[in-house]
């Protein structure tokens, strides 16, 4: 079975420090995919990025980067130079492909992340 | 595109009484999901359609709630009769294709007293 672990439940950081924040997570399936999502204190889910399990290409956005390792079944995120804004709930997800379906995501519990000024 | 809309932004309800939930998907979106937020479960999946067929059901809590996907534009999810312990913020998503990226809506924010 599937699963996600964010083993970080809060995070407190001063503005302008780096954070990375930590997925693990759990599959028997080959072909599958990872995203991570934001949830600002208003409530939304905002999607942040979508890896395939094929691609460990590290990926830069901006002050956000995603750093996918196979080896370790990690896809962590870090914010280079964090920003009052930053501060929200983040989810790590998973969705497995069997037999050329994607099913539909398996969230982890989420890091709640507090940017100070 | 307006993006995935829901409604009501708010409910509260008696308990009891029964709640319609409503979803408007993205449009051109094949996929659409149902999800519940809750502080001791966290995001757990109740439904899924694609092209409008429900195709898994198996986190919906129980026969009090059910879903229906009428046409490609429009969504509910009912609860009958309500509990105080189904309170909690429901997510309406859509997705273009399989493993794709889900858009979610701002939610429902559901209070049964």
């Known amino acids: 079975a599937q699963k996600v672990t964010q083993a970080q439940t809060e995070i407190s950081v001063v503005e302008k420090e780096d954070v990375t924040l930590d997925c693990v997570y759990e599959t028997r399936d080959t072909t599958y995919y990872l995203f991570w999502y934001k949830q600002p204190p208003s409530g939304e889910l905002v999607f942040l990025i979508r890896r395939n399990s094929f691609d460990e290409q590290n990926e830069i956005s901006g002050r956000y980067s995603w750093n996918f390792q196979k080896s370790t079944s990690s896809f962590n995120f870090t914010i280079t130079a964090s920003q009052v804004v930053d501060s929200a709930v983040y989810f790590c997800?998973?969705?497995?492909?069997?037999?050329?379906?994607?099913?539909?995501?398996?969230f982890g519990s989420g890091t709640q992340l507090t940017v100070l000024p | 595109d307006a993006g995935v809309i829901q409604s009501p932004r708010h409910e509260v309800t008696e308990m009891g009484q029964e709640v319609t939930l409503r979803c408007k998907p993205i449009s051109g979106h094949d996929y659409l999901f149902w999800y519940r937020q809750t502080m001791m479960r966290g995001l757990e999946l109740l439904i899924y359609?694609?092209?409008?067929?429900?195709?898994?059901d198996s986190g919906m809590p129980e026969d009090r709630f059910s879903a229906k996907m009428p046409n490609a534009s429009f969504s509910t999810l009912k609860i009958q009769p309500s509990e105080p312990r189904d309170s909690a913020v429901y997510f309406c998503?859509?997705?273009?294709?399989?493993?794709?990226?889900?858009?979610f809506g701002q939610g429902t924010r559901l209070t049964v007293v």
């Open positions: 997800a998973l969705s497995e492909v069997t037999s050329g379906s994607a099913r539909q995501l398996t």
């Open positions: 998503a859509s997705s273009f294709n399989e493993g794709t990226e889900a858009f």
């Open positions: 359609f694609n092209n409008n067929v429900p195709i898994d």
